[in-house]
C-alpha cells in the first residue's frame, strides 16, 4: 500500500487543487511582503503615531462577508496600505513612546519568519526536537547573562521556558505554587488562599488569580507611597502576611516587581524574600520590562536578593529586541509547574517522554500546541551578541536621561518620580497650571495635564501614555528602540 | 522641549549604535530568508519527515553561552541548515500524516510577516484600533462560513475572538461559567463544580479543569465505546449529572468534541446540549480539528445543534491553512467572558474604552498582550477564497477516502472506526499478526502494530501516529493540505 499512489490518483482529479505551499510562488509573494515592510519602516515617520480613526471605521470600508472566489495578493495589500494602516499605531514609530517599549528588530522578525516558515508545533520534545532543545540552550545563555542563580539554570536544576506573556508565566508559577499547597492541606483550603503584590504591581497578577480560582478578597493589592517611590515595603508586607494568618488565612503567593508599569519602580527583591520565605510563600519576581536592563552590570543590582525567589520572567518582546511574543520564564523547581499542568494523554505517548531525558514543554505551560518561539530569541542573541544588547539598553537609558535634563531645565515642567531605566514620569508642575493660584488644587493640574496629553498625542507627531502616581497624573515617556533607530 | 533634540545628540554618541530596524539591512535579511524558506519547501523531502537525533544532540553542537559580538547572518542560517533542520520533525512535509495538519499556507505565512512586521500589540482597542475591528470582522466572516447562529455572531450580539490554541478557549470559556455560578453560590462552592466529557476529549480540558481551581475527582471523563464509535453519549451524560447533583454537586461545564484526537468522532452536539441545558451547565463545543470542515455544506451536519451550546471553537492553525497558532473562539454571552477576565488598570484607561463602543480584546482571554491575529486569516480567506478553501478540504477528505479504500482492499490491514473526515484509523488485523493462532490475543496485536509503526517512522520516509480506542491501539493516518502539495 503506497501513499504515493493514493496522491497520484487525487493528481488526477486536481483541476480544481491549488498547492498553497507552492515554492515558487511562496518566493514571489514574500518577496513582495519584505519590499512592502522595508518601505513601510522607511516612511513610517509620515503616519500619525496613534491611529487618529474613530471607533467602527473598518466595518465601513469592508465587506461583510468572505469574498468566494481568490483575490492577489497585490489587491489585498493595497487594501492594508488603505484600511489597515489607517487603523493602527505605530508602535515602530521612532516617535513612538507610549505604554512599553516593543522593541522589533531585524533578528527578532527574521527568527518569527523561520519559525512560521517551519510550523513545527513542539509540545513536546518529540514533536520537533530541536524546538525543545534549542530553547532549553537560549534560556540558559540568557540566564548566564542576567548572572542569574545557577539554580535557575537547566544546568543547575531548574530551568527556563519562553510563554506568550507575563499573564501566562505569572498564572503558571500561581497555579505551581496553589497545588504545592493544596496537595498538602486540601482542595477545600482554596479558598483561604492569599495573593500579595504592592498597588503598582502590573494587572496581569490580579488576572492570574481569578483565572486560579484564589477568593478575590483574598487578593492583596498593598499601597505604596511616594516616600519610597511606590515600591512595595518589606514591613507592610509581614504585616499583611501576619493579618491574615490570625484569621486563619493561608499566604501563597507574592509578586514583586521590578519596573513598574506605571513609573518603573523595583521592589526590593531580597529584602521582600526573606520576608516571604519565613512564612513559606512563592516568591516571583515580574520584571516584564526591565529585567533585560540586567544584562548590564550596571543595573544588575536591581535584582540583587534574586536568590530568594522562586521564578523570575521577563518580556524579550518589550526591552529585549524580540519581535511578540516571547515571554522567558525561569523557575527553579521545574517539578512544581510540572506537577500542575501536566496531562498525559496516550496520543502523545512516546518513548522519549518515558526516558525521562527530555523536556517536554507542553507542562510548563497552559497551552498544548507551541510556536518555535526559540527561534526568534536565538536569533536576536546572535545577530546582535552581548556587547551590543548591552549598548542598545545603554543608548536608550541615555536618551530617557537627557530627555529627563530637558524637563529639569524648563520650570514649566517637573519629573513626578526618580528614573531608573528608559522611562521619564514627568507632567506640567502645579506653579506652571496655577500662574494665578497660590495653591493650586492637584485636580485641576491633573486635569491640565491629561488634556495636554490628549491634544500632544491628537497631533499625530508623537505618541505617549499616561499613569497615576499617588493621586498624581504623570505623563509617561518610554524611550525604545525605535526612537533611536530614525537617527542613526 | 523637543524629542528630535534629544535624539540629535544621542546620535553624535554613537559609535556605538546600531539600528535594529535599518529598512535596507531589513530588505537585504528579509529576501535572503524569504529564499531559504522557498529552497526549504523545495526539497523538503529530502529530509526524514520525523527527526532521527537523540535527547541531548544539540547542545553538544551549540556554544554554551551567548557570543559577546555579532555573527552575520549567513553564518546563523547555516547553523539552521546544519544543526537545527536535523532536530525538527518536518510538520509540512508531504510525507507528515501524524498528530493533526498544521496547515501552513502562503497566506498564512504573509500575514504572520505583516503582523510581526507592524508589531502592534492590540491588547485594547485604542492600542491599534484595526488589529481589534479586523478581528471583529474575519471572525464575523469565518462564522457565516460556517453558518453559525447568529447569536454566536458580532451582529447577532455575541462574538468571535483569537486565542492561541484550543487549551486558552476553553480554559476562558470555563472561567466565565465557573464565575457565573460562584457569583450565584458564593467562592466556598468551587470544589462542588463539575466538569464533563467523554473520555476521548482533548486533553485540554483536563488542564483547563486543573488550571481553574475544579477539584480533580470533579473531573468527569464519561466512558466511550466502539458501539457508538467513540462518542459521547447523552444518556451517560445524563445519568453522571443526576448522580452528582444527588451527592450536593455542582454540574458547571460540559465540553463536547466534533472530530476527537484519536479517532475524529463526533459527539452528538445537539443532543448533549438539550441534556445539558436541563441543568444549566455550559456548553463548549470543541472542534479543533474538525470545525473547518464545516464550512462545506456537506459536513455542515456534524455541528448540527449548535444553537444550543454556548461556545464554539475550532484552530484555524490546524485544518485551515493559518500558520501556528490561531484558535477561533466564538461566544454566545461575551459578557461572561469579560466579567471573569477584565481588569481595568489606570494605564490602560482611555475614552474609546469608557464610551462602550469598542471591543477591548484583552477582557476575552487570559494574556493582556495579543498579536494581530486577524491578519493571518484575513490574508487566508481572501487569497484563496471560500470556494477555493471549501475544494482544498474536500480533497484532503477524498484523499484519506482514496487511502480508507486501498486498506480496505488489502487483507492485511482493517479500519478500525468509520472515518468522518480525513483521518483514517486502521491497523494490521489480528487475523494477519496471528495467522498461526485461531484466537489472537489483542495484546500481541497491539505490539506488532506499535512496533510497525516505530519502524516505518525510524525510515524517515513517512511520519504517522497512534492511538488507543476502546483497548485497540490504532495508526492514524491523517492527511493534510502539504501531502497533496508535492503532486501538484
Known amino acids: 500500500m503506497d501513499s504515493l499512489e493514493a496522491r497520484h490518483d487525487l493528481k488526477n482529479d486536481s483541476t480544481r487543487m491549488l498547492n498553497p505551499l507552492d515554492p515558487e510562488e511562496f518566493r514571489r509573494q514574500g518577496h513582495m511582503i519584505i519590499d512592502f515592510l522595508a518601505d513601510y519602516y522607511k516612511s513610517i515617520e509620515k503616519y500619525p503615531v496613534q491611529s487618529q480613526v474613530e471607533p467602527g471605521y473598518l466595518s465601513t470600508r469592508l465587506p461583510d462577508s468572505a469574498p468566494l472566489e481568490p483575490e492577489p495578493i497585490e489587491t489585498i495589500m493595497q487594501d492594508v496600505e488603505n484600511h489597515i494602516i489607517p487603523g493602527i499605531t505605530h ?162 503567593f507574592l509578586c514583586a516587581t521590578v519596573g513598574t508599569t506605571s513609573s518603573t519602580t523595583v521592589d526590593p527583591v531580597g529584602l521582600l524574600s526573606n520576608v516571604a520565605k519565613r ?92 510556536r518555535f518561539r526559540a527561534m526568534k530569541l536565538w536569533l536576536v542573541l546572535r545577530s546582535y551578541g552581548v556587547v551590543n544588547l548591552q549598548n542598545l539598553i545603554r543608548s536608550h537609558v541615555d536618551m530617557a536621561k537627557h530627555f529627563e535634563g530637558l524637563v529639569g531645565m524648563d520650570k514649566r515642567f517637573e519629573v513626578v518620580v526618580a528614573r531608573n531605566f528608559a522611562m521619564v514620569c514627568f507632567r506640567v508642575s502645579p506653579s506652571a497650571v496655577g500662574d494665578c493660584l497660590k495653591s493650586c488644587d492637584e485636580k485641576i493640574v491633573n486635569e491640565f495635564n491629561r488634556d495636554l496629553l490628549v491634544s500632544i498625542n491628537g497631533t499625530g507627531r508623537v505618541y505617549m501614555t499616561h499613569g497615576v502616581l499617588g493621586g498624581v497624573y504623570v505623563i509617561r515617556f518610554s524611550v525604545d528602540d525605535s526612537s533611536i533607530a530614525s537617527v542613526s
Chains 1, 2 share one sequence.
Not at 539554570?153 to 500561581?174: D, H
Open 279 to 370: 512564612y513559606g510563600v512563592w516568591v516571583h519576581i515580574d520584571a516584564a520590562l526591565a529585567g533585560s536592563a540586567c544584562i548590564c552590570p550596571e543595573f544588575r543590582h536591581f535584582i540583587d536578593g534574586i536568590e530568594g525567589a522562586n521564578s523570575f520572567s521577563l518580556n524579550a518582546h518589550k526591552w529585549f529586541f524580540t519581535n511578540l511574543d516571547c515571554c522567558c520564564l525561569w523557575v527553579k523547581d521545574p517539578n512544581a509547574l510540572i506537577k500542575a499542568l501536566s496531562t498525559n494523554p496516550e496520543y502523545l505517548r512516546n518513548k522519549a517522554t518515558e526516558s525521562n531525558q527530555v523536556v517536554d514543554y507542553k507542562d510548563w505551560q497552559v497551552q498544548l500546541s507551541r
Open 91 to 252: 508602535w515602530q514609530s521612532p516617535n513612538y513612546f507610549a505604554y512599553f517599549p516593543a522593541s522589533a528588530s531585524i533578528a527578532g522578525f527574521l527568527g518569527e519568519m523561520v519559525s512560521t516558515g517551519f510550523n513545527v508545533v513542539g509540545f513536546n520534545w518529540v514533536s520537533s526536537p530541536a524546538a525543545t532543545e534549542l530553547e532549553s540552550i537560549v534560556m540558559d545563555w540568557f540566564g548566564k547573562m542576567l548572572q542569574l542563580p545557577t539554580s535557575f539554570l537547566f544546568l543547575g536544576g531548574g530551568g527556563g521556558v519562553l510563554q506568550g506573556t507575563t499573564c501566562e508565566a505569572i498564572l503558571c508559577t500561581l497555579i505551581a505554587a496553589r497545588d504545592q499547597v493544596l496537595n498538602r492541606v486540601g482542595r477545600e483550603s482554596i479558598v483561604k488562599l492569599v495573593i500579595y503584590g504592592s498597588d503598582q504591581a502590573h494587572s496581569a497578577l490580579q488576572k492570574a488569580a481569578q483565572i486560579a480560582g484564589i477568593k478575590p478578597e483574598n487578593f492583596r493589592a498593598i499601597p505604596t507611597t511616594k516616600d519610597n517611590a511606590f515600591g512595595l515595603s518589606p514591613d507592610l508586607l509581614e504585616s499583611a502576611i501576619l493579618s491574615d494568618l490570625v484569621v486563619g488565612l493561608i499566604p501563597l
